[in-house]
Nanobody
Framework: QVQLVESGGGLVQPGGSLRLSCAAS????????MTWYRQAPGKERELVAR????????NYADSVKGRFTISRDNAKNMVFLQMNSLKPEDTAVYYC??????????WGKGTLVTVSS
């Protein structure tokens, strides 16, 4: 079955960096776009970044442009989110999502990122 497992979250000071990873299995990874979402306390889940199946096209939420970079390794079935210049408002649970696999959206369980001094 489809599985997405995120890792790499934690506590970081403002201005710091973190790299999130998502290990995917159970589907033909290289044929699907992948996305990262986040959900802050009391807020709706929002799309952070998207990467095309081959990795050539990326899109970002305005709030993270220039600070976050999404990438993927199709040989290892992994997608990454490099987060730099982190701000307290980036605090959220970050989710890896595989949209449209067999007509469904699959989600990982999430990894918590806390940006605080």
């Amino acid at each position: 079955q489809v599985q997405l497992v995120e890792s790499g979250g934690g506590l970081v000071q403002p201005g710091g960096s973190l790299r999130l990873s998502c290990a995917a299995s159970g589907f033909i990874f290289r044929t699907y776009a992948m996305t990262w979402y986040r959900q802050a306390p009391g807020k709706e889940r929002e799309l952070v970044a998207r990467i095309s199946s081959a990795g050539g096209v990326t899109n970002y939420a305005d709030s993270v442009k220039g600070r976050f970079t999404i990438s993927r390794d199709n040989a290892k079935n992994m997608v990454f989110l490099q987060m730099n210049s982190l701000k307290p408002e980036d605090t959220a649970v970050y989710y890896c999502c595989a949209p449209g696999v067999n007509g469904m959206n699959y989600w990982g369980k999430g990894t918590l990122v806390t940006v605080s001094s």
